[in-house]
Structures are given as structure tokens and as C-alpha cells.
């Protein structure tokens, strides 16, 4: 078998830590929360499901990471142009339908590159994208 690198990407730990905070902050607000880290090949590397988190919302939280990987922005920035008459209308069907295009997918960037994303999922809007946030500020 050949040997070859794998990708630079976030480790654990870096996941683990992006999570803390971002779960910190849902617990600041009052809203439990799926906040999923996906590497930079969009795969998932860590998850929680906080206590009272919809599980309906899981898969989307870990949706919204791999849109922020895919596309190498922020899935809230994907929503004008995928609404109807949008110049990319439709692409919410791409990719097996994982494609979730409103916010609360950030990528994690180191040094100018992309190492993985966030995703969070199950309160407002609004709120999934501060916990989101936060999660960031932490990587």
C-alpha cells in the first residue's frame, strides 16, 4: 500500500475546544443546542447534542458545516441567491440534499485557510449564529 499526507485539517482537541465555547454561549442564552465540527474535508469530526436539543437538528447542524466547507463561506451567505428567481436557485438540492443555506455554518480558518467548519442548529436563526460564532472565536 502506498503511502501518502492526508490534509491538514482541525484536530480533535482544536473541534472539542470550538465546541466548549460554543456550547457555553447556547447556555448563556437559554438554547440548548447541535453544534457539529466537520474537517476540512466537510466529514464530521465531533458533535454534542446539548441537554433539550431538538434531534430533528442534528443533522442539520452537521448540514451547515459541510455547506460552510463545500462553499467556503458562511451557509447564511448562500440564502439570496438560492431563493426563488436567485441566480443559484435550487442548489439547497444539491449535494444529496445536504446543502443548508441559512446561517449558522462558519469555517474555521487558520492562516488564511480553511481547516473545517461549524455548524449549529436548533434555536432562532439569530441564536444559532452567535453560538456559531462564539465557536469561532474560540478556534
Keep these: 500500500m502506498s503511502r501518502g499526507t492526508v490534509l ?30 466537520v474537517d ?10 446539548m ?11 452537521i448540514n451547515k458545516a459541510y455547506t460552510s466547507i463545500a462553499f467556503q463561506c458562511q451557509s447564511g451567505d448562500l440564502q439570496e441567491a438560492t431563493r426563488p428567481h436567485g441566480p443559484i ?5 444539491a449535494h444529496g440534499g445536504r446543502i443548508v443555506v441559512f446561517p449558522g455554518g462558519i469555517p474555521l480558518v487558520r492562516d488564511g485557510r ?11 436563526v439569530e441564536q444559532d449564529q452567535a453560538v456559531a460564532e462564539a465557536g469561532v472565536e474560540a478556534y
Design 8 to 37: 491538514e485539517t482541525i484536530t480533535l482537541e482544536e473541534a472539542q475546544r470550538v465546541i466548549d465555547s460554543a456550547a457555553q454561549k447556547a447556555t448563556e442564552i437559554g438554547q440548548p443546542m447541535n453544534i457539529a465540527v
Design 89 to 93: 436557485y435550487g442548489l439547497s438540492d
Design 114 to 124: 480553511i481547516m473545517g467548519a461549524i455548524g449549529v442548529s436548533t434555536g432562532t
Design 51 to 61: 441537554d433539550g436539543a431538538s434531534i430533528g437538528s442534528i443533522t442539520v447542524a
Design 40 to 49: 476540512a474535508g466537510g466529514n464530521l469530526k465531533a458533535h454534542v447534542r
